[in-house]
């Protein structure tokens, strides 16, 4: 049991805070048919990341963060000024500069890599959940103890208070959000700026995926920002319902991901768990799948199902 | 300083022994098939597609890699990886289809599921592989980041001969292509399949990304497809300039970024071509003459002096003072308003002119409405500078009847 | 001008008693450098109902979102009621055309119509019973209220027309501004949204509506303006609305189009 709330507890929190945070926003990119702006900003963070590092000259959070933060904000203003200039569609403005910000990343990643330290591109791809230690903890009590929670990790920390401010932020920004989404030019009328709501929800984005992408890699942010939402979606007409199933699916993959790649390995005679980030994003897509066939109204094996009931009457 | 130079020019003349040059000319071949399979990606209005199809190539080169052990005792093969990729792919492709086909998401996110599902698959089997061919598997992850550094001369060889056949293809395909992007009706009507053709470019975009995924890797192959044709986009309105043009920029950056790579062997090959491309992409996007920014912003600076010029001239003919403060401005510049709002001489004579030019635009604007709707500079400019100087005849001709007749 | 025209815009003091409420001046809007609309000014008055009118691609949509500062213009200023845009927003409703939105959306009927109560809510306040029972009597101004819970997608092309009814209604302003809401609606739906609309000017209000249908615009509306690019003619409608005008507006275009259809035809090049 000590182990447990030592090593694994930790991870599972990081993992499942990453999941929430990226899920419940990813409802509203999921709306505007952002979907991919997860994926974008994710991609873009990299060189941010890494210059952080490069200017500070050393692993703390908040240059890194901060570079995070302005390389997504420049490369959204980026995709804007492809898009407007150039008459491009918003997928292709997009492709073209989340690849090349990685690019950049990889490129300063070989050069930090030079000089002997270790940041390294799988991380950033998938993350280093299992890393996460709470060596101060020694039982469950603990958990109800303020000064042993002050001793959680600095990371789970960050992401926590992140997740708050994303729900918070939904919470304060309900209407505007969703009037913005879904009729921008009568929300505009209104003097609901869908601009700002919009540059709103990117960098809301950008705050989570920067927060949860040191924890968890690029792989399950952006599994994250859509598959919960987009697994609510096939549940559900209302958007606070969808948010709330969003949440719900998030926090389930988070956790029934964490355990499968912690321990299922072992139950199948393995000697080494797999990757938990990897998992998690895993188990968020095939609770997608399963939504996508079996969701009571909009499931496709539901709605064969009922189409031949229907005929057969 | 100076030796890197040499050492680069030597690269990029093919001086730099035959394995380089070989991967050089492939990378170059590989960048140019890209690009021109990318204008069709571009117009059909699917870049991001690549972006589901790289990703979704890990799980089935991880899978690709613990089949060839078992049976080859080599899981290295690049052949026996390519093939699980494309198979892979082809997966990702059909499930992307599919989800849009069937459920109620939407193209982004059935790209993003596939993206991100297949990829995290592909991750959890890497980790299992580490743990049970320890240190046999290196060289898996360079499918993610790429790299020419290990390429076998077979390798490169498959690379190249690969992708000129993909350029073939696209070579013999370009007018079915060019139609469906262009005017999909007019295709269907012409008795083309229209669905495999939509089929067959699809191939070709997996072709091209999975030959790419050795060397530039499968997040940075996508920008192969995507960087070059958006440069190209730039220069021209045509397809088939636009298909050239991409086609050049994308051989010309995978060139200029492998022989980078091949002097500076600590950067990563993939990275150096994107960065080369992307550097092509902005000069195309700030400086072309069409539709690069500047011209953009220079031109649109010029229309909207003309405009509110040509609305403060013709407020004054017709007495009503101008309140907007550029209108002011402008007028005053040109001399046309004095300092204290009054308007001087020329000021009236010019809006005369102007009165009677805006009086003759709307005369066109009856008499002939489709070419005005369709004229860039309809109301802007002087009608003679415009339009044939009988026609301006004939419309002036045409006013004073009316007005004879309106008279009497 | 016809009796009655005369008669809504002068009392029977002689005085003219409607006011301007919705002033537009010196409009010009370019997409890329292309003048969409050239130098265009347009008055309504309040307590009456204007169309505006012409052909596709005329600029009648562009006309509006201009307007309402939605896509930017390179000359021209708005006042509504006096006053300037940006104090004038909670006065205004603007219903856009239909297309625009995603109808997949997850909102019930009801939500679409709390959506018009938006601007006037702060910002920090949820909806109440308050704002609830609002938005349903507005739904039920346009017999929707037994689909309020219905999702919007679920409705059919009328019924998501008079939702949107019901959403410009719940902002309770003072202007109007709707594109083309008669598009594709059935019978039913068209008499619905007019009654509502009629109700509106007879409480003060002043309505603009983009119109496609010639042949029903004399008889619902007091005002036209003629718009095809520039300003062709502006007014009540018994004086503006002659054969002369029309062929101004829709010149060289063989046949005039019905509600929705594309005009096909040549350029007659029929000459002033
Ligand atoms: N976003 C845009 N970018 C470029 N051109 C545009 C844009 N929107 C409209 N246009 C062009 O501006 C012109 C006027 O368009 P608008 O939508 O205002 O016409 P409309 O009168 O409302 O037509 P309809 O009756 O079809 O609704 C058209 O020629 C159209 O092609
Ligand atoms: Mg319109």
Redo the contacts between chains.
């Keep these: 049991m000590n182990d447990f709330i030592q090593l694994d507890f930790p991870s599972l929190l990081l993992g499942t805070l990453a999941a929430l945070s990226c899920g419940l926003l990813g409802n509203f990119l999921l709306l505007r048919g952002q979907a991919l702006m997860g994926d974008t900003i994710s991609h873009v963070v990299l060189p941010g990341i890494v210059g952080g590092f490069l200017l500070a000259g050393s692993v703390a959070a908040l240059p890194m963060m901060l570079g995070a933060l302005f390389a997504s904000l420049f490369s959204v203003s980026l995709i804007e000024l492809i898009k407007r200039a150039g008459r491009i569609e918003a997928g292709a403005a997009m492709g073209a500069v989340f690849t090349t910000m990685f690019a950049l990343g990889v490129v300063l990643l070989e050069q930090s890599g030079a000089r002997g330290v270790h940041l390294d591109v799988e991380h950033a791809l998938y993350g280093n959940l299992e890393s996460a230690l709470w060596l101060e903890a020694e039982s469950f009590q603990d958990l109800l103890s303020f000064s042993k929670l002050f001793s959680l990790p600095e990371d789970i920390w960050v992401l926590f208070f992140i997740t708050l401010l994303v729900i918070l932020f939904i919470v304060v920004f309900y209407k505007p959000l969703m009037i913005t989404s879904f009729d921008a030019a009568h929300a505009d009328s209104l003097g609901i700026s869908s601009k700002w709501m919009g540059l709103g929800l990117v960098f809301m984005t950008a705050l989570s995926a920067v927060a949860a992408f040191s924890a968890v890699g690029s792989i399950l942010v952006i599994a994250m920002f859509i598959c919960p939402p987009a697994t609510a979606r096939m549940l559900t007409d209302k958007l606070s319902t969808q948010l709330w199933i969003s949440g719900f699916i998030a926090v389930l993959s988070g956790i029934s991901g964490y355990f499968l790649a912690a321990f299922g390995p072992f139950w199948f005679g393995g000697q080494d768990s797999v990757s938990a980030a990897g998992m998690i994003a895993l188990m968020a897509g095939f609770l997608q799948v399963l939504a996508m066939l079996f969701a009571p109204r909009y499931g496709v094996l539901s709605r064969l199902f009922f189409k031949n009931r229907f005929h057969n009457q | 300083m100076s030796e890197f130079l040499a050492e680069l020019i030597k690269a990029l003349t093919l001086q730099a022994g035959y394995n380089t040059s070989l991967v050089l000319v492939g990378a170059a071949l590989l960048g140019g098939a890209a690009g021109g399979i990318g204008v069709f990606v571009l117009l059909r209005k699917r870049s991001l597609v690549s972006d589901a199809i790289s990703h979704a190539t890990l799980p089935g080169v991880v899978l690709a890699f613990m089949l060839a052990s078992y049976f080859f005792d080599d899981g290295r093969a690049l052949w026996a990886l390519l093939i699980g990729a494309a198979f892979s792919a082809v997966l990702g492709a059909l499930a992307v289809e599919w989800i849009v086909r069937y459920t109620r998401l939407k193209e982004d996110a059935a790209i993003g599921t596939v993206l991100s599902t297949f990829f995290a698959l592909g991750i959890v089997l890497l980790t299992l592989v580490q743990s049970v061919y320890q240190g046999g598997q290196a060289g898996l992850s360079d499918f993610i980041l790429g790299s020419t550094a290990g390429l076998l001369y077979q390798d490169a060889l498959l690379i190249a001969v690969s992708a000129f056949v993909v350029g073939l293809v696209l070579i013999f395909k370009f007018k079915e292509l060019t139609l469906l992007c262009f005017d999909i009706t007019f295709a269907k009507a012409q008795g083309y399949n229209v669905a495999s053709l939509d089929r067959l470019l699809l191939f070709l975009l997996l072709a091209v990304v999975v030959i790419g995924l050795k060397t530039v890797g499968l997040v940075l192959v996508i920008a192969l497809t995507i960087i070059p044709p958006v440069a190209a986009r730039f220069w021209t309105e045509r397809v088939s300039h636009m298909v050239l043009i991409a086609t050049f920029i994308g051989a010309l950056g995978s060139w200029f970024g492998a022989a980078l790579s091949s002097v500076a062997t600590d950067l990563p090959t993939g990275g150096l071509i994107v960065l080369t491309l992307f550097s092509i992409f902005l000069i195309s996007l700030l400086v072309a003459p069409k539709r690069g920014a500047l011209a953009h912003a220079l031109r649109h600076k010029l229309f909207q002096r003309r405009v509110h010029e040509r609305q403060g001239l013709l407020a004054i003919s017709r007495a009503e003072p101008v309140f907007d403060p550029l209108t002011q401005k402008i007028l005053r510049k040109k001399r046309f308003l004095r300092a204290d709002g009054a308007v001087t001489e020329e000021g009236h004579q010019a809006a005369q002119k102007m009165a009677r030019d805006q009086v003759l635009w709307n005369a066109y604007h009856q008499a002939y409405p489709i070419e005005a709707l369709a004229l860039e500079d309809w109301s802007l400019r002087p009608i003679e500078e415009v339009i044939p100087k009988d026609l301006v005849e004939e419309l002036s001709e045409e006013l004073m009847l009316t007005k004879v007749r309106l008279v009497q | 001008m016809s009796a009655l025209s005369k008669q809504s815009l002068i009392d029977e003091t002689g005085f003219i008693s409607s006011k301007v409420a919705f002033d537009v001046s010196?409009l010009?809007v370019?997409y890329d450098?292309?003048?969409v609309l050239?130098?265009v000014s347009f008055q309504a008055h309040s307590g009456r109902i204007t169309a505006i009118v012409g052909p596709n691609?005329a600029g009648k949509s562009t006309f509006l979102?201009a307007s309402?500062?939605?896509v930017p213009a390179?000359?021209g200023?708005t006042f509504i009621l006096g006053e300037a845009l940006k104090e004038a927003?909670?006065n205004?409703?603007?219903?856009?055309q239909r297309a625009?939105?995603?109808w997949?959306?997850?909102?019930?009927a009801l939500?679409?119509v709390m959506?018009g109560l938006?601007?006037r809510?702060g910002?920090?306040r949820w909806?109440s019973q308050h704002h609830r029972e609002q938005a349903l009597s507005c739904l039920d101004q346009v017999d929707m209220a037994d689909f309020a819970e219905r999702?919007i997608g679920q409705l059919s092309g009328g019924q998501q027309q008079r939702v949107f009814m019901a959403?410009a209604l719940a902002?309770e302003a003072e202007v109007y501004l709707m594109d083309e809401p008669f598009a594709g609606v059935d019978a039913a739906t068209e008499n619905v949204i007019f009654k509502t609309l009629k109700a509106l000017t007879a409480e003060g209000k002043t309505v603009i509506v983009v119109h496609h249908d010639l042949d029903t615009v004399r008889k619902m509306f007091d005002d036209v303006l003629l718009i095809?690019?520039?300003v062709i003619a502006n007014g009540p409608i018994d004086d503006v609305m002659s054969d002369e005008a029309l062929r101004?507006t829709y010149?060289?275009?063989l046949g005039f189009h019905k509600a929705g259809e594309p005009v096909g035809g040549?350029?007659v090049?029929?000459?002033?």
């Design positions: 010196g010009t370019a450098r292309k003048p050239w130098d691609g979102k309402l500062g939605l390179v000359t200023q927003r909670k205004i409703a603007y219903m856009p625009s939105v995603d997949d959306f997850p909102a019930s939500d679409v959506m938006y601007g809510m910002f920090l909806p999702q959403r902002q095809n690019r520039q101004r010149s060289g275009r040549a350029a090049q029929a000459h002033v």
